[in-house]
């Protein structure tokens, strides 16, 4: 079968769970013998992961750059240049698809990345990772950005209404972002696509529990964002001083993580690491901790749970399909840093060898390459007979 994935960010030129996704995924259908595209926007940057040696990319239109930089004048350039750049990817990965004209198309989003896939003609699902307008009002709405918000969220709204009439099959790791698609499908829709949850892939020979963990060693790896509100962990170490948090990752919130966290001797700012880096740290670390305001599915806590490392995590998104309170990791009440501290403070009181053991048996039974690659393999069928 000849498969393309389609994804709007450059690939391999980006850091994220989207780029393992991709990784992972066109590795895991490799395996299983199948010829693998991707067709992504052109590069900004050097390669930052290392893609499958089989798979073939094609970067087409615009290189993206940095969306919030500018201030002022140059704010304006940012938002010109963003619709020139998507515009750029729909005409040319449209192009690009109808040249390869492949069995069945599979888009990382029900967003913009899933418009070339509907204009082909051809077979395509969409692997929603997360509810893609709401997420951009959410996002633009935590920056005060009240009209952006509202303005924004409609037009993506909109693009999603239109590829929900267009393709076979919509494909989500948990419930919540499925239920959405599958209300909004029975207000415009009379034939409907196949809904399926299909869990994010990792390979879990990689990502191995360790020899030992270090008590009381917390990890969190993400960007540094308002979305996933790392200032309120990093405040919460204050109250911590028992404990010792890795911080893996950067972004735009860099400066202010910085001066909350100089005067603590327990926060350990690593910067961005490679995966080679990251997983001894992880591997030792008792616990992984996130507290995001809001999320799809975080494959670094998949990576933190194969390798037997405890999630404490906020109850938001799609977390709660992987993660069950008490049994293999846990919830905060909220991600304010009072709760934060609290939970902490409770769980590590606890036996944690069996919430280590669970975690692990989740993954290895569930997210192996092998075994979603078939449960994908199986939708692109189907998808493919429904046209």
Not at 45 to 67: R, T
Not at 98 to 108: C, H, R
Not at 206 to 218: A, I, S, V, W, Y
Request: net charge positive.
């Amino acid at each position: 079968m000849k498969i393309v994935i389609l994804e709007l960010m450059p690939y391999p030129y980006t850091l994220g769970g989207g780029t393992t996704h991709i990784t992972n995924l066109a590795q895991a259908l490799i395996n299983k013998g199948h010829e693998v595209h991707i067709v992504t926007s052109k590069k900004n940057s050097e390669k930052l992961v290392k893609p499958p040696e089989q798979a073939i990319i094609h970067n087409v239109g615009l290189p993206h750059k940095k969306f919030g930089v500018h201030k002022g004048i140059l704010k304006l350039y940012e938002y010109i240049y963003r619709l020139f750049y998507e515009s750029a990817f729909v005409i040319s990965a449209t192009k690009k698809l109808k040249e390869l004209k492949p069995d069945i198309i599979d888009a990382q989003s029900m967003g913009i990345t899933a418009v070339p896939a509907a204009r082909s003609k051809l077979p395509f699902i969409v692997t929603a990772h997360w509810v893609f307008h709401l997420g951009i009002k959410e996002l633009y709405s935590r920056k005060n950005k009240k009209f952006i918000s509202n303005y924004m969220s409609k037009i993506y709204h909109l693009i999603s209404d239109y590829n929900l009439k267009k393709t076979s099959a919509i494909v989500s790791q948990a419930d919540v972002t499925i239920n959405h698609y599958k209300e909004r499908a029975n207000k415009i829709l009379k034939k409907k696509p196949l809904f399926k949850v299909i869990p994010n892939l990792i390979d879990i020979n990689k990502f191995r529990p360790g020899n030992k963990k270090k008590k009381n060693q917390l990890i969190c790896i993400c960007r540094f964002t308002k979305q996933k509100a790392v200032d309120k962990l990093v405040t919460a170490m204050e109250e911590l001083k028992d404990y010792t948090l890795l911080l893996v990752g950067d972004g735009e919130l860099r400066d202010e993580i910085e001066q909350i966290a100089t005067p603590l001797k327990n926060v350990k700012l690593l910067g961005i690491l490679p995966p080679e880096k990251y997983i001894p740290l992880v591997q030792e670390s008792e616990f992984f901790v996130m507290t995001p305001e809001w999320e799809g599915l975080p494959y670094v806590v998949i990576e933190a749970m194969s390798m037997g490392t405890v999630p404490i995590v906020t109850n938001v998104g799609n977390l709660p399909g992987l993660v069950i309170d008490n049994k293999n990791g846990f919830f905060f009440k909220s991600n304010n840093p009072e709760d934060i501290v609290k939970k902490i403070k409770e769980v590590s009181k606890l036996n944690i060898k069996k919430y280590s053991e669970n975690a692990r048996k989740t993954i290895v039974e569930n997210y192996s390459l092998d075994y979603v690659a078939k449960l994908f393999i199986s939708t692109y069928n189907k998808a493919i007979k429904d046209v």
